[in-house]
């Protein structure tokens, strides 16, 4: 049966998901590929098990993998950072750039990583691609990792929030829209949307048990108000794209009690 995952999703332009629905798992990783002209970087490339179906997806972006020119990473767990290896082999050139930060570029190095490594803050945190798109990024210190940080696009307002905003679920859709009465649900509640699961739960869970703290997630909550966020596209989950969700999410999150530490003293 042909699904719509099969092939990648332009999400906004020139930004693709191209990760794919693994109906085994409740946890789907989101790698996306920013296209800018003749030039193209990836973001969070995913895991060494996945690398065939990203690769399939990226190629039929059509962008040639010689186009790449930076493989970012927004922190250095296995299921977005295992691949590197791999797109470095397809990729193969000697200026291919790894960016993220430094503190997770000490972990980083332990993946076999050939490619010149740079620390966001060297450059200023942020990067123009050659077609003038300017990636920002944004550190959120232990949200979940010390080096964490979020890119923001602000061509189209996409902010790839990494493990923020990811979510643990068994259903799953590209694109979640809240209801009107998430709001006010307390989630033990029947959905007042009638969904069979709640979107908003599995975004909870999610941050309870990997975040590190109420303090580092109400940190990083803070640093996207000033911003004009069009859309969130989290490395797992779902992308959101209604302002009043992402008002709601940011709201919960904010305030969200037993994160991490927290929960357990
Ligand atoms: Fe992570
Ligand atoms: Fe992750």
Redesign the pocket.
């Known amino acids: 049966m042909i699904s719509p995952y099969d092939s990648p999703v332009e999400i906004a332009e020139g930004v693709f998901w191209i990760g794919f629905y693994d109906v085994s798992r409740n946890l789907h990783c989101n790698p996306y590929l920013v296209i800018d002209g003749n030039e193209a970087v990836l973001i969070d490339g995913g895991s060494r098990t996945d690398f065939s179906s990203v690769m399939m997806k990226l190629l039929q972006t059509g962008i040639k993998p010689s186009a790449i020119s930076h493989l970012i990473y927004q922190?250095y767990?296995p299921?977005?950072c295992s691949s590197i290896p791999n797109f470095e082999d397809i990729i193969d050139k000697d200026d291919l750039n790894l960016l993220s930060q430094r503190e997770n570029n000490v972990f980083i190095r332990y993946y076999s990583v050939r490619s010149r490594m740079f620390c966001v803050e060297s450059i200023g945190r942020e990067l123009t691609m050659k077609a003038g798109r300017k990636l920002r990024f944004i550190l959120t210190p232990y949200a979940?990792?010390a080096g964490s940080f979020m890119t923001f696009d602000e061509r189209t307002g996409t902010l790839f929030s990494?493990?923020l905003f990811g979510s643990y679920d068994i259903k799953w859709e590209l694109f979640v829209e809240l209801t009107s009465g998430c709001a006010d649900c307390e989630e033990e509640e029947p959905c007042p949307g009638g969904k069979d699961y709640c979107p908003v739960k599995g975004i909870k869970n999610f941050h309870r048990r990997?975040m590190t703290s109420r303090k580092a997630l109400k940190y990083a909550m803070e640093q996207i108000l000033p911003l004009k966020v069009e859309r969130i596209a989290p490395?797992h989950g779902s992308i959101i794209r209604k302002k009043e969700d992402i008002g709601l999410l940011v709201e919960r999150l904010m305030t969200l009690d037993n994160v991490g530490i927290d929960g357990v003293c």
Do not use: A, E, T
Request: charged letters at 30%; zero cysteines; glycine letters at 0%.
């Open positions: 922190h767990d299921d977005l979940h990792s990494s493990d990997i490395q």
